[in-house]
């Protein structure tokens, strides 16, 4: 099946900083999402993003799906953008369904 | 509704006994679906519906899960007889379906953390 890789796994940051976290799949794919999941288990969507840039607010994301990878950018950051970020693709199944394959994350802590 | 609601929050069996899950996707969308997250970072689908047909469960435990979304009734997802590995946060999504923009997107719900003892 196809392969989902995040990078770095974990990442320390003071508050102000600018990180970049990766997500590469070995596949081609239908769709790609971005989720922060905050420490308190909540999954939230940040970017549906199968392709090309999408910015909201402090947070940016790019998809080069030729190049089957994508990246989350996050400026200014804060003590409050600190959890797991998760990249998940979207692949089709046998029966014609589709399915999130889910990378495992890159932990993120923002230091006052 | 406007979010997945999944109930309940948290759920303690001992090995061995029954654990049902409930989820209500958000009003309108046609496709749920439910992940198992272990170990903090590690999500594995479970199964689809359209509606309230299955539509893809290559990812149940057949021989102890079972799930259902019958019409005007929250989805459910069963565990006969719970094992210790079964310990994980069960998390239900649901997406619209129809045709338009992002229609793929999963929206999830807050999860459900089963401890089996």
């Known amino acids: 099946g196809i392969q989902v890789e995040q990078s770095p796994p974990d990442l320390i940051l003071q508050e102000g900083a600018n990180s970049t976290l990766r997500c590469n799949f070995s596949d081609s794919v239908n769709n790609l999402q971005w989720f922060h999941q905050n420490p308190w288990g909540q999954l939230i969507n940040l970017f549906y993003i199968p392709s090309g840039t999408k910015q909201n607010g402090r947070l940016s994301a790019t998809t080069v799906a030729t190049e089957r990878y994508s990246l989350l950018y996050i400026s200014s950051s804060q003590t409050t953008d600190s959890g797991v970020y998760f990249c998940?693709?979207?692949?089709?199944?046998?029966?014609?369904?589709?399915?999130?394959?889910f990378g495992k994350g890159t932990k993120l802590t923002v230091n006052p | 509704g406007e979010e997945v609601a999944q109930t309940p929050k948290h759920l303690v069996r001992g090995e061995g006994q029954k654990a049902k899950l409930y989820c209500a996707p958000i009003?309108?969308?046609?496709?749920v679906f439910w992940y198992q997250q272990v170990l903090k970072n590690e999500f594995k689908f479970l199964i689809s519906?359209?509606?309230?047909?299955?539509?893809?469960e290559t990812g149940m435990p057949k021989e102890r899960f079972s799930a259902k979304c019958l019409p005007n009734s929250p989805c459910s997802l069963e565990i006969q007889a719970t094992k210790l590995e079964d310990s994980a946060v069960y998390f239900c999504?649901?997406?619209?379906?129809?045709?338009?923009?992002?229609?793929?997107?999963?929206?999830f719900g807050p999860g459900t953390r089963l401890t089996v003892l």
């Open positions: 519906f359209q509606n309230e047909n299955v539509f893809d």
């Open positions: 998940a693709v979207e692949v089709s199944t046998q029966g014609g369904s589709e399915k999130l394959v």
């Open positions: 999504a649901s997406s619209p379906g129809s045709t338009g923009v992002d229609t793929d997107t999963q929206y």
């Open positions: 009003k309108g969308h046609s496709y």
